[in-house]
């Protein structure tokens, strides 16, 4: 194929020889060296009047720039119908897809779309991570060792204490965001069916506490409820026992029977860690355990004051219902106990865990949790 470059009066003179000597195209072609297709075309052209050459040249332009304008519009559809769900999400997730479809249409036709500026992008090209967002990935790391540690199991919130721990200042809307960018949901508890209430208890105290909380000194008021947790044995009945003010756990016990003495033995064991000077509100639900006459004789001889929730109503005791839900939800949720003693060690644990931090996992005085208990009721001679 010739590369060669004809200017316009070597072509016009050539169709001469075609149109007014009588020359055929063959003969033209041997003598100038031009193939034949390129003298047809000459011909074609340059064999119009001026006029027609004007109409043709018009036609030809507006065709160009149809086809120019219908590849505009082909392409400009085909990059709304790929990257319609990042068209309106942050400049730097439009960055990231005109970065991954470069190969495919023009960079400024996607700029144009995107609605971003070229020279944006360019500048997004040379440094596509900010200040910011590289502290958003160390921050990440940080919040996925804490929640891997935690089991899988906490939220934001305590993510935020765990970093403050370890002298990462950050806010919990920042914890949050993280959190929820990278796929980290806390454990939720299990799911509560409505119940269905019998007769009346036989002694209901009044509701002295009315949800007041916030106590200001120790040995005050005291909240205690019993909860349920599930085991190839059967059922293991925690009841505990805690401090308004500081929200510990004084008081506790487990048992495969949900008698009075459940409920009994773990505020016995409150009395003798604390043994309050003063006297000292007791609040519980209305369950037959807190209304019996055992319960109530139990108050009166050791100068407590009882105190009951509405019937039905789990808010009147919300703290001792939050502390059953984390630790639902922390330790209990997540295993499956064979054994009543396996569940106790479990639970023995978790109390001591989250209550007293300094003896995390390891015991210094190496008791089980079943000596741990005795040993309260042996020292008052009750066992």
Request: hydrophobic share 35%; with cysteine.
């Amino acid at each position: 194929m010739s590369n060669k470059r004809y200017t316009e009066e070597f072509k016009i003179e050539a169709v001469k020889q075609i149109t007014d000597r009588g020359h055929s195209v063959a003969e033209v072609s041997a003598r100038l060296d031009v193939s034949i297709h390129s003298l047809y075309a000459w011909a074609k052209r340059y064999s119009l009047t001026p006029q027609e050459q004007q109409t043709q040249s018009s036609q030809q332009d507006e065709l160009r720039r149809l086809r120019a304008e219908l590849k505009r519009v082909t392409e400009e559809r085909d990059i709304l119908k790929k990257g319609r769900s990042v068209l309106c999400q942050a400049v730097r997730v439009r960055y990231a897809f005109i970065a991954a479809h470069r190969h495919v249409w023009p960079i400024r036709r996607m700029c144009k779309v995107m609605q971003v500026h070229p020279s944006g992008y360019y500048g997004w090209q040379a440094q596509p991570h900010s200040a910011r967002a590289q502290d958003d990935q160390r921050v990440q790391g940080l919040i996925k060792q804490c929640y891997l540690e935690s089991g899988a199991v906490y939220g934001y919130r305590k993510i935020t204490r765990d970093l403050r721990e370890l002298g990462e200042p950050c806010g919990k809307h920042r914890v949050a965001r993280l959190m929820r960018l990278a796929g980290l949901k806390s454990l939720t508890g299990y799911g509560r069916r409505p119940g269905r209430y019998g007769g009346r208890p036989a002694n209901v105290s009044p509701n002295i506490l009315q949800r007041e909380f916030d106590v200001a000194e120790p040995n005050k008021v005291w909240v205690t409820d019993i909860t349920y947790i599930r085991t190839h044995e059967g059922w293991l009945y925690l009841a505990t026992v805690l401090d308004l003010f500081s929200r510990q756990v004084v008081g506790w016990s487990m048992s495969a029977q949900m008698t009075t003495d459940l409920v009994l033995s773990a505020l016995l064991m409150a009395l003798w860690k604390r043994k309050p000077a003063n006297e000292v509100l007791v609040h519980s639900d209305q369950g037959s355990q807190f209304s019996s006459d055992d319960w109530q004789s139990f108050l009166r001889a050791h100068k407590l004051k009882g105190s009951m929730s509405r019937r039905g109503n789990c808010h009147d005791n919300a703290v001792a219902e939050s502390f059953f839900q984390l630790l639902k939800r922390e330790r209990i949720k997540r295993k499956i106990y064979t054994t009543r003693d396996e569940a106790r060690s479990d639970v023995f644990d978790y109390i001591e865990m989250f209550y007293n931090p300094k003896r995390r996992h390891n015991h210094a005085d190496g008791m089980s949790p079943v000596d741990y208990e005795k040993q309260y009721f042996m020292r008052l001679g009750t066992v």
